[in-house]
Every structure is written in C-alpha cells, then in structure tokens.
C-alpha cells in the first residue's frame, strides 16, 4: 500500500482555552486521526504554513484573531481555502452571526456544549472525504508514472524499429554494392572470353589472358574477404596465436601491398624500428590488419600520393601508424569507418572498388588480438591516419614458423587421380597437372574414383570434399583401406579453408588441405613437395 | 583507324566512357573486332575534353562514373548542337526498370547491362550503323 494512504489524517483543533483542547481530543480520539492544536489564530496560521490538514475545527470566540477572522485569512491563501472549517460555538449563534461564517467559509456550526456523537460523525465524514482525496492524488501519481513509462517504452519500440530498418536498408544496399562489385571483374573476363573466342591467337591475346587472371585474383580476394568478415562476425576464424615479431607481420603485409601502392605511383615511406618487437599474434591476420589499411590508403589517395607506415613501440603496446595525403574522412563518417557496410552508401561515386569490409576486418581482427583501432583525419582532402594498437610481450629468442621454399625445380611425372564432380573444375585441374608434367586422371564421383584407383594405382589423389553422394571424407576412408595403396598421398582440396575444416580432413585420413582455388604455382611446390619426400623415402603412414 | 572492308563507308566511331580500365580497354577490343574503331575515356571530363577532335557517333556510357557521373554527362553532352545526331548508349550493372526509366530521363537512346553480351552488341551497333548510312543516304 502507498504510504501516503497509511498516514493518519491531520485535524486542526483551534481554542484559547487549554481545557477545550484537551476534551475536544478526548472525545474525538481514535485510531487514524492525529490532533494538531493552536491555542490562538496566529499560531493556527503559523502550524498551516507548515502542515496538509484535513480539517479544521475553530473556536469563534477567541481574543485578539476571532474564529471568523482566522476563516477568513485561510480562505485567502491558495494553500489553505480548500480545507473545510467546522466553527464551535458557544450558546445559540444568531443568523447574522451564522452567515458571516458561511461567507467566511464554513461548512458547518456546531453548538457549545458539544454532542459527542454528532461531533465524531461529522468528524469522520471529512476525514473519509480527505481519504479519498488523498487516494485519488496517489491514483493520479500512479496514472502519470504508469504513462510516462508507456511513452518511453513507445519511444524505445519506435527507435528500435527505426534502427531495424536502417539495419535492413544497410544490408540491401550492401548486397546491391556486393553484386555490383562482383560484376566489376566478372564483365572484363567475359569480355575477354568473347575477344579470345573470335580470335585466339589475335594479337590481344596474351593481353586478354593477363587482364583475365588479374581480374580473376580481384575476384577471389573480393570473396575471401567476404567469407573471412563472415566468420569473424559470427566469431567462427581461429587464429593460430605464436609469438611473432611485429616486424615479420609488417614486412609481408608491404609485400603484399607494394603492387598496389605501386600501381597507383605513390610513395611509401617505412619507419620501422631494427629491434624486434614481440606480440602475441597470428602472423598471417596481422600482415592482413597491415595489409588492409595500407591498401585503403593507396585506393583513397589520388595517383602519386604520398604514404606513411610507422611502427613505434611503447612501454606495454606498438603503435602501427599508417597515414596517406589522400581523399580524407568527413567529421560525421570517422565514428563509423570501421562499421561493417559502412562504405555501401555512396554507390555511384564509388570508383575504388571493394566492398568496405576491409576496414571492418581490421577492427574485428586486432580487438582479437587484444588491441584498438581508430582513424583521424582532418576532413575531405586532407588526407587519413589509422593507428592500430598492439600489446607487447616480452622478448624471447623462440622464433617460429618456417618460410616457404620456392624453388622451380622440374617436376619428376607422378600419376595423379583428380576427383570432382564439377566437370569444368576436374578438367581445368587436369590441364594444369598436364602442363607441369604429370599424368592425370579424372573420376568425378566417389564410386568411380574407387574404382579408377585401383586400376591406375595414382601417386596422388587430389579429392573435392563437397560430392553428392559418397563424399570427399568417405572416398578417402575406402582408399585408405585399399590393398596396394600404402604410398598413396591424398590432398583434399575444399571451399572450406577454416582450421576446424583442415583437422577435419586430417582426421579422415588426408596428407593435405587446400584451398579452392588452386593456383598452379601452389599446385607445382606441393605436388614437388610430395616427390621429393617420396624419394627420399620419408613416406605418410 | 580499323578498315571495316566496307569500301568507301566510313567506319563508324564509338566513345567508350568508362572508369574500370579492364571492362574499358576489352569493350573497345571488342567493338574493335566487331568492325567499329573507338576511342576511350577515363572520366566525364576526358569524354567532354576529346569528344570534339575525335567526333564520335556513339557515345557508351559508365553510369556509375567518378565525379560527374554518367546521368550527368548524357544531359551535358545532350544539350550540345555538335551532338544532336549521337547516339546515346548506358552501360551500367544495374537492369531494374526503375535505372531504365532513369537513363531514359537522362537522354540515353539505349541501356546495356554489363557484363556485355557480344550479340547484343553487335546488333545494337549494326542496328546504329545501319539507320546512320540510311539517314545520310
């Protein structure tokens, strides 16, 4: 229950004489009603200044300030004029008398000497009345409250629609500028597949065939990026965290920048210390964090800019600083540069091609490493600063991680089973092989690829995981079982480049794990790889 | 300038306006093969820059230009005297009918959706080619 409603109720007793007082209270006494008593009018006044009372029960006849007076100075106080008065009188009031009080604004005169009964009933007529009024005031309190919360409630509903929405009209403008940037490679190649196909030979040949695999390896980035921003979104990459120097992850994120920034002719300038600087970290999504924000500061800086990377250490992080003289940030985007989406907005200006989710990644990627990102700039063509924060670890000597031998060595002919049930995709790997000098075969499903094995007996076996029917694991498992089949090397090859994916594939029983698409170079070092650890003996149980 | 092998026809001139260097340089090897010599430019102000010494009979426009984009120059290149005769043709990744009805606006004559078919193209630029030498003879 309120506490307001438990409250007793306030009468205002007034007489001059203490003895009137003390029996007034004794006849009205009981549970729920408090006494407030004044011996004069000036005190009663002095007690109203301070106190809510329900009702007041005045003497007429007192010295100095009478009981008429005192009505009168009450009703012409905003805070007192409702409060009813009850006047005491002594012997038969006359009319003119009676009236006066009225005007003054009684409700009512009682005759000294009192009748208790009647006194008490009209007592607790007024009290009652108060009661209600008092819990009309809590209802209405309640009422306002209970409204106001409804408002805000309305408001919150209305502004998480609001945010659905711009949530949604994001996500279609997103997959509009997705569609629109896959179609920016994809119309060269066709193109070029057209051009090649009334003219094979033509004098634009050879060019038609390099603008085709640049186009091609814009394309795979374009959805590597879009798969490596899904999974860190859901939280689904796995980083495979060593202690590696800042440098080595700097160093292979230029080199993989550096054609790029040099096509565009800017001028990269590196200010990276000698002495080793150790984080805790995946060397592969570091040099991509690098790697990004280099490549937007040569996409977002106009031909011949000038470009910036600073590694400077402090006591417990390293600052990786990369800064441009190009187009710049407006004040109003800076918040949101590193948002998901975030460049899909201006579609039609948008020259530069990519699906702003470069940025996005770097911000996703060092929060798991434990670091921060932020972008400054002074505004449209003033050019970008992105400082990527890293924490330090301490110095060890322990350096990990092999580098990956290149060498074109000539490749002894090994017979190799290629099995894929998408048709186009076998034969192109057939070619391949053919091209370095190995004996391929195709088998595209699981059951002929069993049954081709055991007629040709291959080296290798390089298996597409996603068949209908008997899958890639499944086939695997069969051809471990075969009799005869204890040198067998079998490379899986899926869409699937996730660490869970590649245990996955070595549990089942595969040698490797690669990535669709195959790029004949690495096709060439791993099948050269397999050769050279099969002559020297060393083979996979 | 290619020979088309017409004999004594002029070879028809197509401005290809177009920011992807590689959609640009294999859309004019395209039109090349097809029989038509080209001309490329990179961005609005280049095509309002070299227009008038390469005197083109078909303009193909990138919609999705940098800086003015290809609704913008169709109305610029429009409102020229010199022009009243080109062809206008929109090239853009978007085939909705409501970017139809906008190039349609712009003043475009034709609007292509990328990437390009070759026997679109070919049709398209005979179809041009053929109500040019009709209208001239």
């Known amino acids: ?541 | 300038m290619a020979d088309d092998g017409n004999g004594g026809t002029e070879t028809m001139r197509i401005m290809i306006v177009e920011d992807n260097e590689a959609l640009a340089q294999t859309t004019g090897w395209l039109v090349e093969m097809i029989g038509y010599d080209y001309k490329l430019a990179a961005n609005a102000k280049q095509a309002i820059d070299t227009y008038a010494e390469y005197k083109p009979d078909v303009f193909m426009i990138d919609i999705g230009l940098p800086g003015m984009n290809g609704y913008e120059l169709c109305r610029e290149l429009k409102s020229r005297p010199d022009l009243k005769d080109v062809v206008f043709i929109a090239q853009t990744g978007w085939g909705e009918s409501e970017h139809r009805k906008m190039t349609a606006e712009a003043g475009f004559d034709h609007h292509m959706v990328k990437p390009l078919y070759l026997e679109a193209l070919e049709a398209l630029l005979g179809d041009i080619a053929k109500q040019k030498t009709g209208s001239v003879g």
């Not at chain 1, 209270?25 to 002095?46: C, N, Y």
């Open chain 1, 1 to 541: 229950m309120n506490p307001a409603l438990i409250k007793p109720v306030p009468i205002l007793i007034v007489d001059d004489l203490s003895e009137n007082l003390i029996a007034l209270e004794a006849v009205l006494r009981r549970d729920g009603l408090e006494f407030i008593k004044a011996k004069s009018g000036m005190e009663a006044l002095e007690i109203l200044l301070k106190r809510e009372v329900a009702l007041a029960l005045l003497d007429v006849q007192m010295p100095e300030m009478d009981g008429f007076e005192l009505a009168e100075m009450m009703r012409g106080s905003e805070r007192t004029r409702r409060i009813p008065i009850i006047f005491l009188t002594a012997g038969v009031t006359d009319r003119s008398r009676k009236f006066r009080g009225y005007e003054a604004g009684a409700v009512d005169f009682l005759e000294k000497p009192l009748e208790a009964d009647i006194l008490r009933s009209k007592v607790a007529v007024f009290s009652e009345l108060y009661l209600q009024r008092r819990q009309i005031a809590v209802q209405r309190d309640n009422l306002k409250a209970f409204a106001e919360e409804n408002l805000r409630l309305l408001k919150d509903s209305r502004d998480n629609a609001q945010a659905l929405k711009e949530a949604d009209v994001r996500k279609d403008e997103f997959l509009a500028t997705l569609a629109h940037e896959l179609r920016n490679p994809l119309a060269p190649i066709r193109n070029g597949l057209q051009i090649l196909k009334m003219s094979p030979d033509g004098p634009r040949a050879e060019d038609v065939r390099s603008m085709m695999d640049r186009q091609l390896t814009h394309l795979v980035r374009l959805i590597d990026d879009l798969l490596d921003v899904s999974r860190v979104s859901r939280g689904r990459i796995d980083l495979r965290k060593e202690r590696i120097s800042l440098q080595d992850a700097v160093k292979a994120a230029v080199e993989t920048s550096k054609p790029l920034i040099d096509a565009n002719g800017h001028k990269l300038t590196l200010d990276i210390p000698t002495e080793p600087l150790w984080v805790e970290g995946d060397l592969t999504r570091l040099a991509q964090v690098v790697s990004n924000l280099l490549n937007n500061a040569a996409k977002y800086t106009a031909h011949g800019g000038r470009i910036g990377l600073t590694v400077t250490p402090h006591a417990s992080h390293a600052d990786i600083i990369v800064s441009d003289n190009g187009l710049g940030i407006e004040a109003d985007m800076l918040p949101r540069v590193f948002d998901l989406f975030a460049q899909a907005d201006s579609h039609l200006d948008r020259s530069q091609g990519g699906l702003g989710i470069g940025l996005a990644l770097v911000s996703k990627l060092v929060d798991m490493h434990g670091g921060t990102s932020k972008a400054e700039s002074e505004g449209p063509g003033k050019g970008s600063t992105f400082t990527v924060s890293l924490p330090l670890v301490g110095a060890s000597g322990e350096v990990q991680g092999k580098p990956l031998q290149k060498n074109g060595r000539p490749a002894t002919p090994m017979k190799v089973l290629i099995v894929d049930d998408n048709v186009d995709s076998a034969q192109t790997s057939l070619w391949m092989l053919d091209l370095i000098g190995h004996k391929a075969e195709v088998a595209n499903d699981g059951a002929r690829a069993l049954e081709m094995a055991r007629e040709m007996k291959p080296d290798v076996v390089l298996l597409d995981i996603g068949m209908p029917g008997m899958d890639g694991y499944e086939v695997c498992r069969q051809l471990r079982k075969m009799p005869g089949m204890e040198q067998l090397v079998l490379i899986a090859q899926t869409g699937w480049g996730q660490e869970s994916d590649r245990q996955k594939a070595f549990a089942a029983g595969f040698d490797h794990h690669i990535t669709k698409p195959v790029s004949l170079d690495l096709l060439t070092q791993l099948l050269a790889d397999i050769n050279q650890t099969a002559t020297e003996g060393q083979t996979h149980g």
